[in-house]
């Protein structure tokens, strides 16, 4: 039954068709949970007893880099499926992710920066945790040039599948790298298996956050996806029907 | 002070809070808005290709 259910959304038209009706009602989620953040963040939670009100920047910063970790691993994961079974709508949800996450990471990066600026008194030091960053970067751009420089879709979702699955290797270096290396980048403070060290009006707002920015991934991850399988399947029957409609 | 500029102030802090907030703004935007554009390019461009198989 469970089996039957997955070949059934694995077939590209059933699954242009229900992704197309998903994507509203998750932008409207990602826009409540947004607005919530928002004036949770920015007008409910107090100053912060060191940083005063530059600490806000961290409702952007940390959910993105989240994010940044959270769809490489999607990319990686769907990327390994569409190796292992062939499966083509993995290769589609793993290429359509690469621009979501670099669009996190640069966020990341460029949010930290601007913290870092009046924090730190500089705007980017060559630490583990920064640098890990921008690697991280550079494998979704690289993901993304690779994958444009392959005509065919199959080869080129193969070929990146691989170039992704060997930049995994980055993830835990990123997440330890400020417990492993002596970094200015301050450690964690949610994610640790303790209480977390945050006050909980500033805990709320990065959770409403964290939860927006996984909605806006799977409203466009979605919404890319159709656009890829519209290229894929664009001599089937199915899309030549669908474009006469 | 009134209430809404000191919370434009961001105690002194508006240029990078605000600076943030803008670029992520954009950045989400812009994500966001190229599947749409994408989307609509592919649909004009294999209506018309499929049109002109027709013709033939």
Redo the contacts between chains.
């Keep these: 039954m469970i089996t039957r259910y997955f070949h059934q959304l694995a077939s590209p038209p059933y699954f242009y068709r229900i992704a197309g009706r998903f994507i509203p009602w998750l932008a409207v989620a990602f826009a409540l949970f947004t607005l919530a953040g928002l004036y949770t963040g920015?007008?409910l939670a107090p100053?912060d007893y060191q940083q005063?009100?530059?600490y806000?920047?961290m409702f952007?910063?940390v959910p993105?880099a989240w994010m940044s970790l959270f769809v490489y691993m999607v990319m990686a994961g769907a990327g390994s499926m569409g190796l292992i079974w062939r499966m083509k709508l993995a290769e589609v949800v793993a290429i359509s992710s690469a621009?979501?996450g670099a669009?996190f990471t640069?966020?990341a990066l460029?949010?930290g920066s601007?913290?870092g600026?009046?924090m730190w008194g500089t705007w980017w030091v060559w630490d583990a945790r920064l640098t890990s960053e921008l690697i991280l970067l550079f494998l979704y751009l690289g993901v993304i040039a690779l994958h444009n420089a392959i005509d065919d879709k199959r080869t080129a979702a193969r070929a990146t599948a691989i170039l992704a699955l060997v930049g995994v290797v980055n993830i835990p270096i990123i997440h330890y790298s400020v417990e492993w290396w002596n970094t200015l980048h301050q450690g964690p403070t949610v994610t640790k298996f303790d209480k977390p060290s945050i006050d909980v009006r500033m805990l709320i707002p990065l959770l409403l956050m964290a939860v927006a920015f996984k909605l806006?991934y799977a409203?466009?991850v979605l919404?890319?996806s159709?656009?890829e399988i519209?290229?894929r399947e664009?001599n089937t029957q199915w899309?030549?029907e669908?474009?006469?409609s | 002070m009134s209430g809404l500029s000191e919370?434009l102030h961001?105690?002194?802090?508006a240029f990078?809070?605000w600076?943030?907030?803008g670029?992520?703004l954009v950045?989400?935007l812009?994500?966001?808005l190229?599947?749409?554009r994408?989307?609509r390019k592919?649909?004009s461009g294999?209506?018309r290709?499929?049109r002109r198989n027709r013709a033939q």
């Design positions: 920015l007008v100053p005063g009100d530059s806000r920047i952007i910063h993105a621009p979501i669009s640069f966020l460029i949010t601007i913290w600026k009046p806006y409203t466009v919404m890319r159709r656009c519209l290229e664009r899309v030549k669908l474009v006469e | 919370f961001m105690g002194g802090y990078y809070v600076t943030s907030y670029i992520a950045v989400l812009a994500t966001a190229s599947p749409i994408q989307r592919l649909l294999i209506a290709s499929v």
